[in-house]
């Protein structure tokens, strides 16, 4: 039922910033989170931060903590992903997905509900 469509992925230089934005229709549970994964060529989908709809709450795993922001606008259904400081490591592509559940360590998908993006290839340079 709920669709999401990412967008900002592109190319950037090392140090450099991107923004990705998470379009969201249907339905969107306020209770639960949205967020944001990523996943390398050959590596698991990780995640890497999400914000509870309601809330507010923010949550990002550790390597990112410090250069990634993430944000979301309620009257739109859009969350946003602010990436400062880029590495060549942070390549990858970025899901954004829909009805999470956070906590301190981080947010998981609550299967049956869960709703993903196509994903946004992200590539940082040397």
């Known amino acids: 039922q709920v669709q999401l469509v990412e967008s900002g992925g592109g190319l950037v230089q090392a140090g450099g910033s991107l923004r990705l934005s998470c379009a969201a229709s249907?339905?969107?549970?306020?209770?639960?989170?949205m967020g944001w994964f990523r996943q390398a060529p050959g590596k698991e989908r990780n995640f890497v931060s999400g914000i509870g709809w309601r809330s507010g709450i923010t949550y990002y795993t550790e390597s990112v903590k410090g250069r990634f922001m993430i944000s979301r606008d309620n009257a739109n259904n859009t969350v946003y992903l602010q990436m400062n400081s880029l590495k060549p490591e942070d390549t990858a592509v970025y899901y954004c997905?829909?009805?999470?559940?956070?906590?301190?360590?981080?947010?998981?998908?609550?299967?049956?509900?869960?709703?993903w993006g196509k994903g946004t290839l992200v590539t940082v340079s040397s």
């Open positions: 249907g339905r969107i549970f306020n209770e639960y989170a």
């Open positions: 997905a829909a009805n999470l559940r956070c906590s301190g360590n981080g947010c998981s998908p609550y299967y049956g509900m869960d709703a």
